[in-house]
């Protein structure tokens, strides 16, 4: 209710851009998707909206451009659809295979492939038609296991262009 009544005071005097922090912080999933359509209600009125944000999805929702940054540098910009297909392509496959297959798999799916991230015995592969590139990897490989495909997101690039481990800098 807090975040409501700060969102509405925002608001209240009708302003031409509005600067949110983390908009959407300890909302519940209705009441973040009924500020999520109170702001694209401003941004179809001309309201510039500058948000930060470390919701990815919230991200895609509400921005027509973008930048990540990491360590305080912009690593990328640009639209939502154009970052995605450019860093990770349209789907994600995730597949198990065992560590010592790994680099085989993904240099026999070549440029099948717009790049890939290794989680322990799980490996995300990025391309441009996930079917596609689970039939390559199923015949590659034989003992992977497909989990999953799945629509790139702006997550996948984020975790692409920044690493996916914790780091302590």
């Known amino acids: 209710m ?5 969102i ?9 851009v509005v600067l949110l922090d983390e908009p959407t912080t300890g909302l519940d999933p209705q009441a973040r998707h009924l500020v999520w359509a109170r702001l694209r209600a401003l941004k179809s009125r001309g309201v510039t909206l500058v948000v930060t944000t470390h919701y990815m999805d919230e991200a895609e929702q509400l921005c027509d451009r973008l930048v990540v940054m990491d360590a305080g540098h912009i690593v990328r910009e640009g639209t939502p659809p154009a970052l995605i297909a450019d860093e990770v392509g349209g789907d994600v496959v995730e597949v198990a295979v065992k560590a010592e297959r ?7 799916l070549g440029s099948a492939i717009v790049g ?12 441009p038609d996930g079917a596609t590139v689970a039939a390559l ?21 984020f975790l692409q262009v920044t690493g996916h481990n914790l780091r302590e800098d």
């Open 116 to 127: 890939w991230t290794r989680r322990t015995d799980v490996l995300w592969l990025y391309g």
């Open 137 to 157: 990897a199923e015949a590659a490989e034989p003992s992977c296991k497909r989990l999953a495909i799945r629509r790139a997101t702006l997550e996948d690039v």
């Open 8 to 16: 509405a005071r925002a608001l209240i005097n009708d302003p031409d």
């Open 102 to 108: 790994m680099d085989a798999l993904i240099q026999a």
């Open 2 to 6: 807090q975040r409501r009544v700060q």
